[in-house]
Nanobody, 117 residues
């Protein structure tokens, strides 16, 4: 049973920073991608950033230049450094992992990020 545990959400003022981390456990599979999605109230879940096993990264346009994704796949862990946070970054942030060996992806329980103006 694959489990994803996220840490690092919280309340921060606009312009501040937060660092999220997510660790996957319970799987012997090889990580293909890990990433972060977010869902604000009344909106669809959207990709924030992801990183592949080869080091490739992808960012959503609203976070480019402000957020940095990194990984320690030896520890099945992904990080999201969020800087220059804006109130519109307020959302529940979800970790996601995809493995080479299976077609399905797995989700964490989500961590709330709230940015006050």
């Amino acid at each position: 049973q694959v489990q994803l545990v996220e840490f690092g959400g919280g309340l921060v003022q606009a312009g501040g920073s937060l660092r999220l981390s997510c660790t996957a456990s319970g799987s012997a599979f090889t990580i293909n991608f890990m990433g972060w999605y977010r869902q604000a109230p009344g909106k669809q879940r959207e990709l924030v950033a992801n990183i592949g096993s080869g080091g490739s990264t992808r960012y959503a346009d609203p976070v480019k230049g402000r957020f940095t994704i990194s990984e320690d796949f030896a520890k099945n862990t992904v990080f999201l450094q969020m800087s220059s946070l804006k109130p519109e970054d307020t959302a529940v942030y979800y970790c996601n992992v995809r493995f080479f060996e299976v077609p399905s992806s797995y989700w964490g329980q989500g961590t709330q990020v709230t940015v006050s103006s």
